[in-house]
């Protein structure tokens, strides 16, 4: 079989935007190996997806807020490289993460570490563990959120770690430049998925709320948000970097 021109990783791949985003890069041509953190099913499911599209696609098992699990995930991602015919690949994701609700004066210690964990020591690491397996010249995109732009009462864990996202793209975007590896971040606004327990998707009122808050007159879906990430990441953006780019419909402007 042949060697694979152009290969992605990008965490929380089985599910959403994720999801996605990985069957995006595919009608590009864009191989991708992406992670899901339990549900095989849905993981199986991506994955006959883009074979459908004539691309090929890996799925490993990670839970992206468990640093002691990097070394191992690189390593495997080594053997999948390696049996594509390649050394490296070439755009990063750090799409996974979780939804972390709570006022102000209600978050536990333990909620913040959790929030933390997933959203901003994980992504760090597995892109510091990652890094001599990314080509030069590749791309990386961080996701973050509308709402470090606009607050919503009870979405402070959340936001906050969000806001450290954007700060560390720009740092990673400064420290990579040498390599030239571009990077930047996306922050969706409210999108109808499975994310915080499908609130926006499963809850009219909460869906009318966005739609009437929302420049374009309805809430976001994940088919928003993937293409964009699949365009961003390739050759038409290549002079694109540092930037923050919101993809919300014009979400409380």
């Keep these: 079989m042949p060697a694979v021109k152009t290969i992605a990783l990008v965490t929380g791949g089985s599910r959403g935007l994720g999801r996605s985003t990985v069957e995006a890069l595919a009608r590009r041509g864009v191989s991708s190996i992406f992670t899901y953190h339990a549900n ?21 098992q990670l839970d992206t807020g468990e640093t ?8 495997e991602m080594r053997s999948v490289l390696g049996e594509w015919g390649a050394e490296r690949f070439d755009y990063l994701v750090n799409m996974a993460g979780t939804s972390h609700s709570g006022l102000f004066g209600e978050v536990t210690e333990e909620d913040f570490d959790t929030a933390y964990r997933i959203h901003v020591k994980g992504p760090f690491f597995l892109t510091q563990t990652l890094l001599p397996l990314i080509a030069d010249g590749g791309r990386i995109v961080n996701i973050s959120s509308g ?20 700060v560390m793209t720009h740092y990673m975007a400064k420290e990579l430049g040498p390599r030239r590896i571009a990077v930047n971040t996306v922050a969706p606004g409210a999108i109808q998925t499975d994310f915080s327990g499908g609130v926006v998707r499963d809850n009219p009122d909460v869906a009318r709320h966005v739609a009437e808050a929302t420049a374009l007159g309805r809430p976001g879906l994940p088919d928003d948000i993937g293409p964009m990430i699949a ?9 694109v970097n540092a930037q923050r780019i919101e993809v919300s419909g014009g979400q409380t402007i």
Excluded: C, Q
Aim: glycine share 6%; hydrophobic share 50%.
């Design 231 to 239: 365009s961003l990441l390739s050759e038409d953006n290549r002079w």
């Design 68 to 75: 002691s699990a990097f070394p191992a995930f690189a390593n």
């Design 147 to 166: 709402l470090t732009r606009f607050s919503y009462p009870g979405r402070i864990a959340y936001a906050s770690m969000k806001g450290a996202v954007e």
């Design 40 to 60: 095989k099913a849905a993981a199986d499911a991506v994955v006959a997806s883009v074979e459908h599209s004539g691309a090929r696609a890996v799925a490993l």
